[in-house]
T-cell receptor, first 115, second 115 residues
Framework: DTEVTQTPKHLVMGMTNKKSLKCEQH?????MYWYKQKAKKPPELMFVYSYEKLSINESVPSRFSPECPNSSLLNLHLHALQPEDSALYLC??????????????FGSGTRLTVV | AQSVTQLGSHVSVSEGALVLLRCNYSSSVPPYLFWYVQYPNQGLQLLLKYTSAATLVKGINGFEAEFKKSETSFHLTKPSAHMSDAAEYFC?????????????FGKGTHLIIQP
């Protein structure tokens, strides 16, 4: 399995809703990432988990709450979002043990619309 | 901190013509460089990567890139453009393969293929 799987693919939520995005990989990668991508912009790093511990939080508002229950699973819990949070949310994973295999694998993303 | 600059937000070429997408990097340490392609409403697909082995890197779909330290460049080329190459292309950099810092992306280049 060489994929990062994200669910759901599309999500529409109201500003008072609570929802979660899910990301899964079975490549044995020990680092996992959340990126946010607005239309016609590059992906921007939000969070990094390394060995299931949060290692980087790029000053993301608290209405976004990441969780890494195990080495294969990464969640992003959403609460009280704003319309400007509408974007494509990308999950990625990487391993850095062998330089020849170094790289980042991205999922196909969740298209989030906040209404 | 590392960064990449992509010259040209839009590049238009005729089908069958040479594709050249430019990327210059800035890094205080030897960089690890990547080119990704993104089709509409999809995630990021790795085209190729430079991890300090060969300076000429061959990737998927006929693309290749050459790492030139003297010019701090990592330009992406393809000898003959195909209609299916129309997409958004991102150059990205990391300077820490052993850790988990994530990728820093350029602003992207939209490749248009004229019939």
């Amino acid at each position: 399995d060489t994929e990062v799987t994200q669910t759901p693919k599309h999500l529409v939520m109201g500003m008072t809703n609570k929802k979660s995005l899910k990301c899964e990989q079975h490549m044995g990668h020990r680092a996992m990432y959340w990126y946010k991508q607005k239309a016609k912009k590059p992906p921007e790093l939000m969070f990094v988990y390394s060995y299931e511990k949060l290692s980087i939080n790029e000053s993301v508002p608290s209405r976004f709450s990441p969780e890494c229950p195990n080495s294969s699973l990464l969640n992003l819990h959403l609460h009280a979002l704003q319309p400007e949070d509408s974007a494509l949310y990308l999950c990625a994973s990487s391993q850095g043990r062998e330089l020849a295999n170094y790289g980042y694998t991205f999922g196909s993303g969740t298209r989030l619309t906040v209404v | 901190a590392q960064s990449v600059t992509q010259l040209g937000s839009h590049v238009s070429v005729s089908e069958g013509a040479l594709v050249l997408l430019r990327c210059n990097y800035s890094s205080s340490v030897p960089p690890y460089l990547f080119w990704y392609v993104q089709y509409p409403n999809q995630g990021l697909q790795l085209l190729l990567k430079y991890t300090s082995a060969a300076t000429l890197v061959k990737g998927i779909n006929g693309f290749e890139a050459e790492f030139k330290k003297s010019e701090t460049s990592f330009h992406l080329t393809k000898p003959s453009a195909h209609m299916s190459d129309a997409a958004e292309y991102f150059c990205a950099v990391s300077d820490n393969w052993g850790g988990a810092d994530g990728l820093t992306f350029g602003k992207g280049t939209h490749l248009i293929i004229q019939p």
